[in-house]
């Protein structure tokens, strides 16, 4: 049994993670003994327990799950990747509990170093939704990879905005196997991801997504990037356990501010309090990390798409100036505005295909 076979086989065990890893290396400097000790001696090493020698060593008998994983994924197209491989991400190297083996499909390059992660609640305001699409846009083009979790509402909405600019990179972490996704209708989003960056998990091709992976794939995120962003999320949302690892690692750590008024902004704002960088545009995050080049890339290549108010029609620049980046009901805006709601609808229509509004549920539109 190789060393890479060996590793692979420790991980499907389910009871060998990161920290019990380290200490068998102590005392198997060659891992592949592990299989032939006693459970007595594999139950002295550090953080084992007699319970996880034991199912450590009748994994012995079922080595075929080993071979049948790395057939499935291979015809899947989907790499199996052990810490020692050329392939495998050095990013993970410096970060505590690193993991030693990692399900990918798409390609890792050593620009990917160079991200900031992007997190945030999975039920989003319109606001926050538009800020996930807008930040994680303007991330990518000024050259930086977009990582978040797959999940619903601000993850998803940020790998979007990454893929909205041509040459956008985002990776994509998952809490669950790369052949059971979750959310399930997220795999048409994997799939353009894959295309034009990575899905990674550290799960087994069809592990469940059991609550408890969540937290520990978190440290994934936060340990490939090089700041954590939280653009919306509630006082008790699973972000912070990003942000924890986040500041454990030593990365800075973002948050866009939000209408007070609203539970969504309750993290963003306690962040702030505490000391997060406040974003109101990639620019702060850019200056934060010191980074002057991307900050010119950012505006040499943004300016080309931002739309310009100069061409809007009087009526049209009217209904803009009562617009805010939260939404406002299409009757209020009727009264504010002083105007006809078939001309508000023809005018309001106009401007979001010019790319100045977007329409919100419930008949609201917000400035973008």
């Given at each position: 049994?190789?060393?890479?076979?060996?590793?692979?086989?420790?991980?499907?065990?389910?009871?060998?993670?990161p920290?019990?890893?380290?200490?068998?290396?102590?005392?198997?400097?060659?891992?592949?003994?592990i299989?032939?000790?006693?459970?007595?001696?594999?139950?002295?090493?550090?953080?084992?327990?007699?319970?996880?020698?034991?199912?450590?060593?009748?994994?012995?008998?079922?080595?075929?799950?080993?071979?049948?994983?790395?057939?499935?994924?291979?015809?899947?197209?989907?790499?199996?990747?052990?810490?020692?491989?050329?392939?495998?991400?050095?990013?993970?190297?410096?970060?505590?509990?690193?993991?030693?083996?990692?399900?990918?499909?798409?390609?890792?390059?050593?620009?990917?170093?160079?991200?900031?992660?992007?997190?945030?609640?999975?039920?989003?305001?319109?606001?926050?939704?538009?800020?996930?699409?807008?930040?994680?846009?303007?991330?990518?083009?000024a050259?930086?990879?977009?990582?978040?979790?797959?999940?619903?509402?601000?993850?998803?909405?940020?790998?979007q905005?990454?893929?909205?600019?041509?040459?956008?990179?985002?990776?994509?972490?998952?809490?669950?196997?790369?052949?059971?996704?979750y959310?399930?209708?997220?795999?048409?989003?994997?799939?353009?991801?894959?295309?034009?960056?990575?899905?990674?998990?550290?799960?087994?091709?069809?592990?469940?997504?059991?609550?408890?992976?969540?937290?520990?794939?978190?440290?994934l995120?936060?340990?490939?990037?090089?700041?954590?962003?939280?653009?919306?999320?509630?006082?008790?949302?699973?972000?912070?356990i990003?942000?924890?690892?986040?500041?454990?690692?030593?990365?800075?750590?973002?948050a866009?501010?939000?209408?007070?008024?609203?539970?969504?902004?309750?993290?963003?704002?306690?962040?702030?309090?505490?000391?997060?960088?406040?974003?109101?545009?990639?620019?702060?995050?850019?200056?934060?990390?010191?980074?002057?080049?991307?900050?010119?890339?950012?505006?040499?290549?943004?300016?080309?798409?931002?739309?310009?108010?100069?061409?809007?029609?009087?009526?049209?620049?009217?209904?803009?100036?009562?617009?805010a980046?939260?939404?406002?009901?299409?009757?209020?805006?009727a009264?504010?505005?002083?105007i006809?709601?078939?001309?508000?609808?023809?005018?309001?229509?106009?401007?979001?295909?010019?790319?100045?509004?977007?329409?919100?549920?419930?008949?609201?539109?917000?400035?973008?």
């Amino acid at each position: 049994m190789n060393q890479r076979f060996t590793l692979l086989s420790l991980h499907l065990t389910g009871v060998v993670g990161p920290r019990r890893l380290k200490s068998a290396k102590v005392f198997f400097p060659n891992l592949s003994d592990i299989f032939g000790s006693s459970e007595d001696q594999l139950a002295e090493v550090e953080d084992w327990t007699l319970t996880s020698a034991k199912k450590v060593l009748s994994f012995q008998k079922h080595l075929e799950i080993v071979e049948r994983e790395i057939e499935r994924a291979e015809s899947k197209d989907i790499q199996v990747l052990v810490e020692g491989d050329e392939a495998f991400p050095k990013v993970f190297e410096n970060i505590y509990d690193p993991p030693f083996v990692l399900w990918k499909t798409g390609n890792y390059l050593p620009e990917d170093e160079k991200a900031i992660a992007v997190i945030g609640c999975r039920k989003p305001s319109a606001y926050g939704k538009h800020a996930a699409l807008k930040l994680g846009e303007d991330i990518a083009r000024a050259g930086y990879t977009v990582i978040s979790g797959l999940a619903r509402g601000i993850d998803s909405t940020a790998h979007q905005g990454a893929l909205k600019y041509s040459k956008g990179r985002t990776i994509a972490f998952l809490g669950s196997g790369l052949l059971n996704m979750y959310p399930p209708e997220n795999k048409k989003l994997a799939s353009e991801i894959a295309a034009r960056g990575v899905v990674f998990s550290e799960y087994p091709l069809f592990s469940k997504p059991l609550a408890m992976h969540f937290p520990q794939r978190n440290r994934l995120i936060s340990g490939s990037s090089k700041g954590v962003l939280v653009v919306e999320a509630n006082k008790d949302s699973g972000s912070f356990i990003t942000v924890d690892h986040a500041i454990d690692q030593g990365k800075p750590v973002f948050a866009v501010p939000g209408p007070i008024h609203q539970k969504q902004s309750e993290g963003a704002h306690s962040l702030i309090q505490q000391g997060a960088k406040l974003v109101t545009g990639v620019e702060d995050i850019f200056h934060e990390l010191q980074d002057a080049h991307a900050e010119t890339v950012f505006k040499s290549r943004g300016v080309l798409t931002a739309p310009s108010e100069e061409k809007l029609s009087d009526e049209e620049k009217m209904i803009l100036s009562q617009l805010a980046y939260t939404p406002v009901h299409i009757d209020a805006l009727a009264r504010m505005a002083g105007i006809q709601p078939r001309r508000l609808n023809e005018l309001l229509l106009s401007l979001e295909l010019q790319g100045f509004v977007q329409q919100a549920p419930g008949h609201c539109y917000f400035k973008v």
